[in-house]
T-cell receptor, first 109, second 114 residues
Framework: GQNIDQPTEMTATEGAIVQINCTYQTSGFNGLFWYQQHAGEAPTFLSYNVLDGLEEKGRFSSFLSRSKGYSYLLLKELQMKDSASYLCAVRDRDYKLSFGAGTTVTVRA | NAGVTQTPKFRVLKTGQSMTLLCAQDMNHEYMYWYRQDPGMGLRLIHYSVGEGTTAKGEVPDGYNVSRLKKQNFLLGLESAAPSQTSVYFC?????????????FGDGTRLSIL
């Protein structure tokens, strides 16, 4: 099974940078995903990591360290529309995802 | 593209009633999943399917049944609804090939059991 931990809430100012950490304990790691979920909406895919290192996609970057069971999602140049919940999910060898409880990010003007 | 479509979007049931939630995807995806999402908890996998005619149990399968008679549809059934099944239910699908391919989610079904 998987045990996935991420902070419950974070607050940041528009234009700033926020880093959302995710730690996991897993049996059979096969990739880590980050999803964004606005209130009342479906989760949407943000990023995927399977090897150690940083993946950059525009204002969003995601980092993975498999030996430490650790990932982070970095949101740069925060915009009001980035206020949402961010979900860390670990995939196992059967291609099933286990999700953390999500981190609610509030962006203030 | 419609993507993943869930029906209905909202429903209120009485304890003991039965109902079926429908998930339809038009992306020709092999894998399909049903999750529930409760406050303070992550998405939890109920059942999943890796192809037409196949289903498997996830983390929280009790009280639910599923069927995958057609590749594009994945049905979730509640035989005798209980208040503990009040939740938001999400369906997702994924193409079988491609390690980096994510799951794509529907908009959810908000279900209340009184």
């Amino acid at each position: 099974g998987q045990n996935i931990d991420q902070p419950t809430e974070m607050t940041a100012t528009e234009g700033a940078i926020v880093q959302i950490n995710c730690t996991y304990q897993t049996s059979g790691f096969n990739g880590l995903f980050w999803y964004q979920q606005h209130a009342g909406e479906a989760p949407t895919f943000l990023s995927y990591n399977v090897l150690d290192g940083l993946e950059e996609k525009g204002r969003f970057s995601s980092f993975l360290s498999r030996s430490k069971g650790y990932s982070y999602l970095l949101l740069k140049e925060l915009q009001m529309k980035d206020s949402a919940s961010y979900l860390c999910a670990v995939r196992d060898r059967d291609y099933k995802l286990s999700f953390g409880a999500g981190t609610t990010v509030t962006v203030r003007a | 593209n419609a993507g993943v479509t869930q029906t209905p979007k909202f429903r209120v049931l009485k304890t003991g009633q039965s109902m079926t939630l429908l998930c339809a995807q038009d992306m020709n995806h092999e894998y399909m999943y049903w999750y529930r999402q409760d406050p303070g908890m992550g998405l939890r996998l109920i059942h999943y399917s890796v192809g037409e005619g196949t289903t498997a149990k996830g983390e929280v399968p009790d009280g639910y049944n599923v069927s995958r008679l057609k590749k594009q549809n994945f049905l979730l059934g509640l035989e005798s609804a209980a208040p503990s099944q009040t939740s938001v239910y999400f369906c997702a699908s994924r193409i079988a090939s491609g390690e980096s391919q994510p799951q794509h989610f529907g908009d959810g079904t908000r279900l209340s059991i009184l």
